[in-house]
């Protein structure tokens, strides 16, 4: 109780909880753009104010995977402001950071650089939207861990076995052992939990006398058969799940009575969509551990956005609506203005004074004009509220249910009708798009040698994180292994037996996702490859432009290079550069050629081999007679160099040195590996307070047994 809740204990640690804070979200709208900056900075504020040991957040602290200018400057303005300073911070991290921190170049935690004068350390994991991309695998919270504003933890980059090292914290005799996990495409992490591939490593000495506090950032609701996280699949030796990606506010820790943990799930502190999720209230928590004892405290935040949200059946007021009536429409316009004033009304009432406040509230108007009735026009609505609403453009929303008729035998029963949910089909992704679309294509569209799954995460790549060449690599990485499958079957050049041997090879592949996955990765390494070779290109070539264009100031003017870049002016000097210009038209082509030269010397670099692609594009049978003349010992002896020296080429991108495996072996051996199913279940306790809400008054009496 009071121990808990002392400032000056030594034993007790004060985390400062949040996720989701989406920096960035809608910063070019003249309304909303400050809003994220803003409860941001509330938020940090909350921490330097309750004097927090240090701040947790659960992923997605940017909106974008690569935020802009201004979404950076305000994020470092706000942890320069909040996080830096002479405070001396009181708990000691016992864990190898080598192995905690082995990703970044500056391998231990921000407040024991002695460059820097940290107060209050930020621990973050990276979610969705914010999660490592490029040839060099980096994020935006890899800036700020350079810079040493904050601690990115929880990376994890091997798509065959997760190995989830904690940190170990110390603060008096509590001791918190800090897992994470940073946002991985649900149906793979899924998968690796079904096939044991995710291990969570726990310290061999006192193994219970740690406080064990796990961040995740996964869809925690179900999306489909296997686009979520089961809280069952995580080890029953937690104490306590702080669960990021969900957006609605379930701070109180609820308890898994499977796995005998708490949940705790902070919600963002931003409205990113007009949902009834959103309308809930957002907090953040303020987390005591002391011991095995821990307590959650709500901070409700009092910048954010008020959002009124409300739904209307048009079919549930017969008595006021007839869609026979010829006015009926206008009817329904101003029973909807009603509405529409009375949340006006409520969302003024529930403002909470804080001056950074906005003062302009969310409305949402969700009307469903399922039976004979017509919607009005939303635009010349929405001109009414422009002036008073942050999102006039947004507030009536119409929808209506699709209705099936169901048969019973030979006779049809219009009294049955079967209504779609709203929210059906708001859940598909690219890939699904993508499925869907070759699913229901015609049979001359199909896909006879790529797999629906592959083109879809290529797309998905194309799409979220711009990467221009994924469907290109995955097309041709996946046509230089169905040719080299056809070379090793020594299939004759015949067209259907071609097709036939391509179709099965296709159908082995669908059936092994790992292998599949590994497909993908692959391609979208030789991207990102691809990228950055055509960026060296860009660099070199603007080089010797640069070069060519200074040799040419030196002789047109004596004023040296800014003569050269500024634009003559006069007739004299018009004439003289024009006299010039078949020279100067000749260096160009010269410098034209030199650049295709070291293209393709840069192209023959690359440690793959490309198909040559003719100009228009080539079919299968195509591709593989122009290459069967060539199948010899000498031919097949060179592809098979080529491919070594592409492995090699990724084992350089991806070697680790040798202080470091040396490291990660030593600390591994500090820990023991043991997996959910051969837990001990054991308790955690927890204290009341009567003027807090605590949800754990109820446990004090039914401990677990330890």
Known sequence: MST?????????????????????????DPVRGNDTFVTFDEILGHAQKNDVDFVLLGGDLFHENKPSRKTVHSCLESLRKYCMGDRPVQFEILSDQAVNFHYSKFPWVNYQDRNLNISIPIFSIHGNHDDPTGADALCALDILSCAGLLNHFGRSTSVEKIDISPILLRKGRTKIALYGLGAIPDER??????????????????????????????????????????????????????WGHEHECKIAPSQNEQQCFYVSQPGSSVVTSLSPGEAVKKHIGLLHVKGKIMKMQKIALETVRTFHMEDIVLADHRDLFNPDNPKVTQAIQAFCMEKVELMLDEAERELLGNPRQPEKPLIRLRVDYTGGFEPFSVHRFSQKYV????????????????????????????????????????TLRVEDLVKQYFQTAEKKVQLSLLTERGMGEAVQEFVDKEEKDAIEELVKFQLEKTQRFLKERRTDAEEEKIDEEVRKFRESRKKNTEEEDEEVREAMNRARAHRSEDAILVAASSDEELMDTGMKGTGDSDDG?????????????????????????????????????????????????????????????????????????NSSKSYSEDIVDDDSDLEDISVVPTSKVNQRLSTTSLFSKRGSQSQTPRGVDFESDEDEFDPFKSTATSRRTK
């Open 189 to 242: 992490l899924y998968r690796m939990f079904v096939n044991k591939q995710v291990t969570m490593l726990r310290p061999k000495e006192d193994e219970d006398s740690w406080f064990n506090l796990f961040v995740i950032h996964q869809n925690r609701s179900k999306h489909g058969a296997t686009n979520y996280i089961p809280e069952q699949f995580l080890d029953d030796f937690i104490d306590l799940v702080v």
């Open 387 to 426: 002036d008073r609403v942050a999102n006039p453009k947004d507030i009536i929303h119409f929808f209506r249910h699709r209705e099936q008729k169901e048969k019973n035998d030979s006779d049809l029963n219009f009294g049955k009708l079967v209504s779609r949910p709203a929210s059906e089909g708001m």
């Open 561 to 633: 290079l800014p003569a050269t870049l500024s634009r003559g002016r006069g007739r004299a000097r018009g004439r003289a550069r024009g006299a010039r210009g078949q020279n100067s038209t000749a260096r160009g082509s010269s410098r034209r050629g030199r650049g295709s030269t070291s293209q393709e010397s840069a192209t023959s670099s690359r440690s793959y081999k490309p198909v040559s692609a003719p100009a228009k594009n080539m079919s299968i049978m195509d591709a593989f007679r122009s290459l069967k003349p060539e199948v010899s010992l």
């Open 4 to 28: 808990i809740n002392s400032q000056d204990d030594e034993d007790a640690f004060k985390i400062l909880i949040a996720t989701d804070i989406h920096l960035g979200y809608l910063e070019k």
